[in-house]
Each structure stands twice: as structure tokens, then as C-alpha cells.
């Protein structure tokens, strides 16, 4: 594809993901627009940034606006959330341009059909790489390094440890997405209860098992395509005693959830503003993701990833992803999880100082 005037069209700038997004697009002194609904606060972002970035108002109900702004960048990245809501119209104005894709999404709904836009995207000649933020790039590298220590694993259990609290923005698309959750069983979705399982998991560096409860991220619906196993299953740790709790309470949660329409009531009720961790706070996070692969003859194989800032992460990954397949790096066509469109070995090297470790573990 020829160059364009634009490495990167950033949709959604305002919020408090986006503003980290267009912090490191500005560091890698890219050539970049920020884009949304309101010229106001985009300005206000941009005069926040150590760049000159061009502003771009394009509506998510106008494809025409969409269209123009995707038309000139080699790359749009999105993080304009809900996504179920929000995604594809961004998405799909990409594809009929030409333009490779990124986006922020840990929506399992959206994920899906992303992965249905996968013979557009080859017809096409662009890489759409969906979840480039924390959710799922450190989890899908740990289940990609454990699936491929093995031959041919049919199960992988992901587990979730971190200190890291929710931005306004993710709050709000947690409660949109409310009860629209999945698990990957027998080689298809399969409606998920959280809370419905909880398993022991040993971490290499503590002396006690951890107990993770099973929550349905995203990794649901993006690591079956990265490891090639039919059992995805994700789990959040606590300690035993919040566990326990949990695992009674989620499933009368998610039986509540089923209510038609409380789904934008929740959301109605999230956090309007668009904050998130302080910079102190992102400083002392920390994150560590254990995946745990097996066989059909029970051969197992552990990895681990550990790092920190896990907001951080998100705008540095997503902003280099975004770079990268505008200098026609990467694996595609297609639709690709991070891990599969950048490789295990190049992913952490893209954001070194928030991924520290990556690794198998030896038996």
C-alpha cells in the first residue's frame, strides 16, 4: 500500500486511553491525527501533546466522515468505546479504504465479529489487530507461549493477577457489555456463567497455589485463535476467602444481567467522566499473567508474563501496533491477534519498559 499523508488516524482521542494513545504517538514522532465528535476536545488534547497533531471531527453515524479520515492514514487506530456499539462502523470504514486497524476492544461481542471480517480484510490487503491494549496483549502472549511449548494442547487456562483500578471509560463498557459473555468449550462459544469455575494456580515466585475465579474476558474469544485449543478459559485471582465470595456471587450477577435492557441502565450509571488511574497510581501497578496449556494425554506447559502500568501498556502498545503496520510490518493480511500479527518474541520488544518478563516455565 502507498504511503499515505498520515503513519496513523487516532478515533477517539479524548478519553483517558486515547490521550495515552496519542502521548506515545507523539513520542515516536509520528505523523498522526486525532479524531472524534467534538473539535472542543480534541483541541483541548491536543494542545496537552508535545506534537502539532491534525484535527479530524468525524461522527461514529457518519461513514462519509469516517471514510475521509481512514482514506488518509496508512494506519487508524480506535479507541472509541463501547465497541459492541461503536466498533464496527470505525472498523468497517477502514476495510472499504484500505487502511490497516487497531483498536483497544476487551469486547467479546465485537471480538467476534471482528474475526468474521477476516476474508474482508485479505480481499482487502490489511491487518486488523483487535485488543491491542492490556486486554489481551500480555494475556495472549503468555497463552501463545504455553500453547506452543506444546504439540497440539487442547485446553488453555489464562489467569489474571494485578493491582491495577479501572479508568471511567472501561467502567462504562463493562457495564454496556454486561451479560454479553462467552467461554470457549468443545470448539465453540458457549454462553458463559462467571464465577462457574475456580481452580488453584502456581505462580513460580509464591510458595502457595493462588485461586482464580473464572471471569470471561477477552482472551475468551482471541486465544483460541493463538493457541489452536478447543478450551479457553479465563480466571481473575484473589485471595481465598474473596474468591469463595465471588464465586457465589457472580452467577446470581450474571442472572440478573439477563434482564432485558439492564444492560444500558448500568451503563446509564457508570462514571461519566473520563478519568483513570493517576500517574502515581499507574507507577505502582503491576501485573502478572499465568497461562497453563495441556494436552489430551495430560502434558502440560506454563508461561508467564509480568510487568506493570498496565494502562500504559495499552496507549504504548496500541500506538506502536498501529505504527508498525503503517511501515507494512507485521503477518497479515487478516484479521490477527496481537500475538499472531506481531510474533512472541516481537511483542515485548514493542513496549520493553511494561513488559518485563516473558516467558515458558521451565518443569
Known amino acids: 500500500m502507498p504511503s499515505r499523508e498520515l503513519d496513523v488516524a487516532l478515533y477517539g482521542a479524548t478519553g483517558?486511553?486515547?490521550?495515552l494513545i496519542a502521548e506515545d504517538l507523539a513520542d515516536q514522532e509520528a505523523e498522526f491525527a486525532i479524531a472524534g465528535r467534538s473539535r472542543e476536545r480534541l483541541a483541548d488534547v491536543a494542545s496537552e501533546l508535545e506534537a502539532d497533531p491534525e484535527i479530524v471531527v468525524a461522527s461514529v453515524d457518519d461513514d462519509e466522515e469516517l471514510e475521509q479520515m481512514a482514506s488518509r492514514a496508512d494506519a487508524v487506530a480506535s479507541a472509541a468505546g463501547p465497541f459492541n456499539d461503536l466498533g464496527p462502523p470505525v472498523m468497517n470504514a477502514a476495510?472499504?479504504?484500505?487502511?490497516h486497524f487497531v483498536d483497544t476492544t476487551g469486547e467479546q461481542g465485537y471480538l467476534r465479529w471482528a474475526s468474521e471480517?477476516?476474508?474482508?480484510?485479505?480481499?482487502?490487503?490489511?491487518?486488523?489487530?483487535?485488543?491491542?491494549?492490556?486486554?489481551?496483549?500480555?494475556?495472549?502472549?503468555?497463552?501463545y507461549l504455553a500453547a506452543h511449548a506444546l504439540d497440539d494442547p487442547t485446553s488453555v487456562d489464562i489467569a489474571l493477577a494485578t493491582n491495577s483500578r479501572l479508568s471511567d471509560g472501561t467502567q462504562r463498557t463493562m457495564a454496556a457489555s454486561t451479560g454479553d459473555w462467552w467461554e470457549f468449550e468443545d470448539g465453540r462459544f458457549q454462553d458463559a456463567v462467571p464465577g462457574r469455575h475456580m481452580r488453584s494456580f502456581s505462580y513460580p515466585d509464591r510458595e502457595?497455589?493462588?485461586?482464580?475465579?473464572?471471569?470471561?474476558?477477552?482472551?475468551?474469544?482471541t486465544a483460541p485463535r493463538s493457541t489452536g485449543a478447543d478450551n479457553v478459559r479465563?480466571?481473575?485471582?484473589?485471595?481465598?476467602?474473596?474468591?469463595?465470595?465471588?464465586?457465589?456471587?457472580?452467577?446470581?450477577?450474571?442472572?440478573?444481567?439477563?434482564?432485558?435492557g439492564l444492560d444500558?441502565?448500568?451503563?446509564?450509571?457508570?462514571?461519566?467522566?473520563?478519568?483513570?488511574?493517576?500517574?502515581?497510581?499507574?507507577?505502582?501497578?503491576?501485573?502478572?499473567?499465568?497461562?497453563?496449556?495441556?494436552?489430551?494425554d495430560g502434558q502440560t506447559a506454563r508461561a508467564i508474563v509480568e510487568g506493570s502500568d498496565p494502562y500504559g501498556l495499552t496507549g504504548a502498545a496500541t500506538s506502536r501496533?498501529?505504527?508498525?503496520?503503517?511501515?507494512?510490518?507485521?503477518?497479515?493480511?487478516?484479521?490477527?491477534?496481537?500475538?499472531?500479527?506481531?510474533?512472541?518474541?516481537?511483542?515485548?520488544?514493542?513496549?520493553?519498559?511494561?513488559?518485563?518478563?516473558?516467558?515458558?516455565?521451565?518443569?
Not at 483517558?16 to 490521550?19: D, K, P
Not at 476495510?95 to 487502511?99: A, D, I, K, S, V
Not at 502457595?208 to 474469544?221: L, Q, R
Not at 507494512?328 to 518485563?356: S, W
Request: hydrophobic fraction near 40%; glycine fraction near 10%.
Open 264 to 296: 444500558r441502565l448500568l451503563a446509564s450509571r457508570a462514571p461519566e467522566g473520563r478519568g483513570g488511574p493517576s500517574e502515581e497510581e499507574r507507577e505502582a501497578s503491576w501485573f502478572s499473567i499465568l497461562a497453563e496449556a495441556e494436552t489430551p
Open 208 to 221: 502457595d497455589p493462588s485461586t482464580g475465579v473464572f471471569i470471561p474476558w477477552g482472551d475468551c474469544a
Open 16 to 19: 483517558y486511553t486515547g490521550r
Open 234 to 260: 479465563t480466571f481473575f485471582v484473589l485471595d481465598r476467602d474473596r474468591a469463595r465470595k465471588y464465586n457465589l456471587l457472580w452467577p446470581v450477577q450474571w442472572l440478573v444481567t439477563k434482564i432485558p
Open 117 to 143: 471480517q477476516d476474508e474482508r480484510a485479505r480481499e482487502a490487503g490489511v491487518t486488523v489487530v483487535n485488543a491491542t491494549g492490556f486486554d489481551v496483549v500480555p494475556s495472549d502472549l503468555s497463552a
Open 321 to 363: 501496533m498501529a505504527l508498525a503496520l503503517a511501515r507494512g510490518e507485521g503477518n497479515g493480511p487478516g484479521v490477527l491477534t496481537p500475538t499472531q500479527a506481531f510474533g512472541p518474541e516481537r511483542v515485548p520488544k514493542l513496549v520493553p519498559e511494561f513488559i518485563d518478563e516473558a516467558r515458558v516455565i521451565e518443569p
Open 95 to 99: 476495510l472499504r479504504e484500505g487502511t
